[in-house]
């Protein structure tokens, strides 16, 4: 939160007034998770407009710095820095002699003393030089796998770490993706399945009912068909018993007799 | 916005632990406490001896200034001699030689009254 009310403290600053300043450092810690995305972007471009893109930045007079190289030196320990800014006016040798002439004067107007402290001196640029000579090589190739060891273990295997995390997610978020698209077609299979059952189902019922209406008809055919043909028989029996009952014995006699001659007749024929 | 730490209310600001008035994010970018972020004047080694009261004048002795002005070159220094990509023995014997020399000058005078070879210079 801190960074925030910081960076917003600058932007109202830079508006109303220009001269005021920045007590508070932008704190930036990135492994504060506690921010929501939103917020960790809007932090990071209001960062980036502040100090980088800024259309008032003046990039050619304050240059973002990057890591130096050692300024080159003479005599191991004085910056050549300081040879070339008294060449225009003393040349190549002119510092040596300026150098080695005030030493002198100071040595000649006894400001420096040649006391018996002044062996520990002689005794310390000789120890040095020696071990300068000695373990320069040693010294610097352990500095630089130093470095590198550190440069390895602090910046370049958590970027590779990083990297490896989200191109796996990226690889992930893919799989899912297409994943994800075959989804639709075993959606539309599932949906045609049901389709297919519903259709199924819709099938067996319709047979059903026409089983069941059949069934219904039928025996109402067979009811009908029974009733008539009872009333039929009924009617029939009915009738031949009141027939049979309606015949007399004269009637009776004469058929018999009629009987006989058409017999007779058929025989006489024959 | 505060403009750092005030001792005695708000009469005593001494502009401590603040950045320099002159710095502007928005111009200068990220803050390197080594640079000087006023108005650039005349460097010294082109300064003609003529020049060279004038260009004293223009200097501020306030010691807040001048204790700036020495935070500044120790950053440069650090920055130049101690955080190089490839640093050597240079920057520590530079320290170990300057702090010779310093307590070599401290003794001077007590070792000048004893070991004095000439009357006369």
Known sequence: ?270 | MSKGPKFFGNHMNLGLGNFPAEYNPKVHGPYYPWKWYGAPDKAFRDVKVGELAQWLGRRNYHPFALTRAFGRGLAKWRYNWLSAKQPSMAGFLQVVIGFCVFSYAQFLPETRKSHRHYKYH
């Open chain 1, 1 to 270: 939160m801190l960074s925030r009310v910081a960076l917003r403290a600058v932007a109202q600053a830079g508006k109303g007034h220009a001269t005021a300043s920045v007590a508070v450092v932008p704190q930036r810690n990135f492994n504060d998770h506690t921010r929501s995305l939103d917020e960790r972007l809007k932090l990071f471009k209001e960062v980036t407009e502040t100090y980088y893109t800024n259309p008032e930045r003046d990039v050619k007079n304050f240059p973002v710095e990057t890591l130096p190289d050692l300024p080159p030196t003479r005599m191991i320990i004085f910056p050549d820095s300081w040879w070339a800014n008294l060449y225009p006016k003393m040349g190549t040798s002119g510092p040596y002699v300026l150098g080695l002439g005030g030493l002198l004067t100071l040595f000649g107007k006894e400001y420096i003393l040649m006391d018996h402290h002044m062996s520990e001196a002689y005794a310390f640029a000789a120890g040095t030089f020696f071990l300068w000579y000695k373990l320069r090589d040693y010294i610097v190739k352990d500095t630089m796998t130093t470095i590198k060891e550190t440069n390895e273990a602090n910046w370049d295997a958590p970027k590779a770490v990083a990297k490896k995390q989200y191109a796996d997610a990226i690889q992930h978020m893919e799989t899912a993706i297409w994943q994800e698209d075959g989804q639709r077609y075993l959606y539309e299979a599932k949906r045609e399945g049901i389709d297919l059952q519903l259709e199924a189902i819709y099938r067996q019922r319709v047979a059903e009912a026409r089983s069941e209406i059949k069934k219904r008809l039928d025996y109402q055919l067979a009811k009908e068909t029974a009733v008539k043909n009872f009333e039929h028989n009924y009617m029939t029996r009915w009738i031949i018993d009141n027939v049979v009952k309606g015949i007399t014995p004269e009637q009776e006699k004469a058929s018999i007799a009629q009987c006989l001659g058409d017999l007779k007749a058929i025989a006489a024929r024959q």
